[in-house]
């Protein structure tokens, strides 16, 4: 046992009957599987046409939606998708999205969102929902009889099974995927006749057609290639760097396809900030399909930190003040993932040299003046 390994978690295999989603997946649920994390995200590959969530809201944290190609290996280019979403202040007035590349879609405190209406997937698409918080919950509005606004709590911490109210919710999907799979097939003749909107979406497609603000495009980011030299990783890159991509966004993220045996980043930390490292498969529809290993140094001193071995999807907490690295790729079978997830619209890091006998501290970060 080494005094950090509460810091470091395998992803389990999520195995489920939800309709339309790759089996199993990687998910990573928040404080139910590490204490005191602050994120909960998944890794979804949809594989078919379907329709997710009603219009909801988060009250006091972001949110950040990814829809890409499930496919790492060729993020820019293996898109094949046309997916709609909705966003807004009035769940009654929401404003339609449409996304046909790479992107990722701000989601702040209060914001109204979806449905999701994935209405084509020529091939697998990535959803992933990134929730800066350790346990995920969200806001539901609805109208009572006598025309009183009820706004409905719901929280990965309370949700019970809809088949069987005494019993937690243990996401296996079921509930969801009978009345997809139904709604789905349905949708798809309908639109194969006639070209209209089933009349579960009807109501957001109409408020498509009323003159439209563009207010919340703000929130969209359409990822760009990022063209690189560095063999190690592969080019071009997909990343979202807070506030240079989005104004007041809080979060900085990169997906680094690593492709050969290598060592990445100085011993380092981070003031004030959490970080989480996540090292996966490539592909999100074969998301442990991990083939690699790797070492990272992790401890509240430089001088004397713990080494842990990787050798399947994981994710590792880094507290502030906590220094880590290098992270060694000894073996590298098949390109995987490794995903740095900072909540922070900047980053920046603290290293350590030793002038004359003294360690010195230096910041190194993206927000210094120019």
Not at 349 to 360: L, T, Y
Request: aromatic share 14%; with cysteine; charged share 30%.
């Amino acid at each position: 046992m080494g005094r950090y390994d509460d810091l470091v978690f395998t992803i389990p295999k999520e195995f489920h009957k939800w309709y339309g989603f790759a089996s199993p997946r990687g998910f990573f649920r928040g404080t139910t599987m590490m204490e005191k994390a602050k994120i909960y995200l998944d890794f979804t590959s949809v594989t078919n046409e379907l329709v997710m969530e009603v219009p909801h809201c988060h009250h006091a944290v972001d949110e950040y939606i990814v829809l890409a190609t499930a496919d790492f290996n060729n993020f820019f280019d293996g898109f094949d998708a046309e997916i709609d979403i909705w966003l807004g202040e009035d769940p009654q007035r929401l404003e339609l999205v449409t996304i046909t590349q790479p992107a990722i879609i701000r989601i702040p405190p209060k914001l109204y969102h979806c449905p999701i209406n994935f209405r084509r997937i020529g091939k697998p698409v990535l959803f992933s929902a990134m929730y800066c918080d350790g346990d995920w919950s969200k806001i539901t509005p609805r109208v009572l009889e006598d025309g009183r606004e009820e706004f409905m709590y719901d929280g990965a911490g309370i949700r019970r099974c809809v088949k069987d109210r005494s019993k937690e919710c243990v996401y296996c999907g079921a509930c969801f995927s009978e009345a997809m799979k139904e709604f789905a097939e349905k949708a798809k003749e309908d639109q194969e006749k006639g070209g209209q909107a089933p009349d579960l979406l009807k109501p957001y497609y109409d408020m498509a057609k009323l003159p439209r603000t563009g207010k919340y495009d703000k929130y969209v980011h359409f990822y760009k290639p990022e063209e690189h030299s560095d063999d190690r990783f592969l080019s071009p890159r997909a990343g979202f760097r807070g506030e240079e991509d989005m104004p007041e966004s809080r979060l900085w993220t990169l997906l680094n396809i690593v492709q050969k045996e290598c060592e990445v980043a100085e011993p380092h930390m981070h003031h004030a900030v959490e970080k989480y490292l996540f090292f996966t498969g490539s592909d999100v529809t074969h998301f442990f399909d991990f083939d690699a290993e790797i070492e990272i140094d992790i401890g509240e001193d430089p001088d004397h930190m713990e080494t842990y071995t990787i050798t399947e999807p994981t994710v590792i907490r880094i507290p502030a003040n906590f220094w880590h690295g290098p992270v060694r790729f000894k073996r590298v079978g098949k390109p995987l993932n490794f995903m740095p997830f900072y909540p922070s619209g900047h980053y920046g890091r603290v290293v350590r040299d030793v002038k004359d006998g003294a360690p010195v501290y230096t910041y190194k970060g993206n927000d210094l003046p120019k």
